[in-house]
């Protein structure tokens, strides 16, 4: 079982930065692939970024690509989300989620854990 608190979240104006921390129970958290997911109110769920067991590897949605920065510190259970040049589309509730496959998956159905979401709201 694992449990992931996350943190971060808030009010920031166009073109400025906010990082989500998500913080995960338990001792097997590097046996997990991280995730981070965006759901706006009446929309599915949207995959944001994703990284592997070890941190080396890294995808993200086109979308925020050269924006956002996922890592992860294994010693402290947490993966992040560095987020850039903020942008009002990017207004929404942030989730993170941990799945069981070593590379991770793009797809929020192949996630077996999930926070409990953290909204940021980018102002024009």
């Known amino acids: 079982q694992v449990q992931l608190v996350e943190s971060g979240g808030g009010l920031v104006q166009a073109g400025g930065s906010l990082r989500l921390s998500c913080a995960a129970s338990?001792?097997?958290?590097?046996?997990?692939?991280m995730g981070w997911f965006r759901q706006a109110a009446g929309k599915e769920r949207e995959f944001v970024a994703r990284i592997s067991w070890t941190g080396g590897t890294t995808y993200y949605a086109d979308s925020v690509k050269g924006r956002f920065t996922i890592s992860r510190d294994n010693a402290k259970n947490t993966v992040y989300l560095q987020m850039n040049n903020l942008k009002p589309e990017d207004t929404t509730v942030y989730y993170c989620a941990a799945g069981r496959s070593q590379y991770g998956s793009n797809l929020y159905k192949e996630y077996d854990y999930w926070g409990q979401g953290t909204q940021v709201t980018v102002s024009s």
């Open positions: 338990g001792r097997t958290f590097i046996r997990y692939a």
